[in-house]
Structure formats: structure tokens, C-alpha cells
């Protein structure tokens, strides 16, 4: 058995369902030129490119409500924050937008994704 990191663990996991499947993407706070606040997603904007692997503004509620769309468009988002704390900024879309459409619609339309974010892997990374 190998013996890896969560980070390598993590990339991996990620890396092997974007080979299998064309839909699915990652988009976050430098997950492509900085490859990861915490390298989680090293090498995967080579592997993938910049339309797969996609840094987005440090706007949280903004590119949450981006990928909830790109999901109910049939896209397979993963959405990673820089910190977990930060998700808190995107509950509207997290909790509103992507977990409740299917039940909203009847069942008509989902937004199948994924939230990621790192929480406790260093010191002092709070919110502003």
C-alpha cells in the first residue's frame, strides 16, 4: 500500500475523477498558478488546464453561486476555499442554492458537486 499525505490523497482522488469524467472541475482561491494554498491541487492546471482548473476571485459567495449554475448545467464542480471558515460566506448558495434545488424542482434539476476546504492544517488562518 502506498503511503501518502492527505494533501497527495486528496489531489489523487481529485485528479482521478476529472480523468474520468470530462465534467468535472476545480475552482477555487489559487488552486491553478499557485497550485493550492496549500498545494492540494499541484500540477493539476498542467495536467487539466486552465478551463478545468480555474483560480476565481476571493469572493466566496460569488464563484459558489457560479458553480452551483455550472452544476445545474451538468458541469461537476468542485468548489475548495482557502479555509473552511470562508465557506461560511457562501451558506446562502451552500445551503439555499445547491442542497436544496433538486427538492425545490421536483426532482427536475440538481447541482451535483463537491465543497472542499481546509481546516487546522496551520496556525492562525482565520477570517480577516
Avoid at 20 to 46: H, T
Wanted: hydrophobic share 45%; net charge negative; aromatic share 8%.
Amino acid at each position: 500500500m502506498a503511503m501518502l499525505t492527505y494533501r497527495e490523497a486528496i489531489r489523487d482522488a481529485m485528479s482521478e475523477e476529472m480523468r474520468r469524467d470530462e465534467r468535472v472541475l476545480l475552482m477555487g482561491e489559487e488552486v491553478a498558478d499557485y497550485q493550492g494554498a496549500y498545494k492540494c491541487s499541484q500540477g493539476m492546471v498542467q495536467e487539466f488546464g486552465p478551463a478545468r482548473v480555474v483560480d476565481t476571485p476571493i469572493a466566496e459567495l460569488g464563484f459558489t453561486g457560479i458553480a452551483v449554475g455550472a452544476a445545474m448545467a451538468g458541469l461537476r464542480p468542485i468548489v475548495e476555499y482557502m479555509t473552511w471558515n470562508f465557506a461560511l460566506l457562501a451558506t446562502d448558495h451552500i445551503i439555499n442554492s445547491a442542497a436544496k434545488t433538486h427538492y425545490m424542482s421536483g426532482g427536475k434539476v440538481s447541482a451535483p458537486m463537491v465543497f472542499r476546504g481546509l481546516n487546522g492544517v496551520a496556525a492562525h488562518v482565520a477570517a480577516q
